[in-house]
């Protein structure tokens, strides 16, 4: 990353920053910021896309390989 860094509007940034859901937003200098999980993906390079885990999608992966990290309660 290149360029100038405001450290001043970093910090303003994170003292309104607010998490709702699954959203995260701010408010700098007069505007509303609002950062969704495909804006973040798309800035991080990463997919959006696939299955989400959650309580009920677990199940699928107590057995796999790939996720013997995951442990189920």
Known sequence: MSGN???DLVRV???NLQIVGDTISSHVKGL???I???VWTAVAGL???GLRINKGTLELWKNSTKCSFIEVS
Do not use: F
């Open 36 to 38: 969704t999980p495909k």
């Open 5 to 7: 860094i405001y450290p």
């Open 32 to 34: 509303d910021m609002e």
């Open 47 to 49: 997919k959006y896309d």
């Open 13 to 15: 940034l994170y003292t």
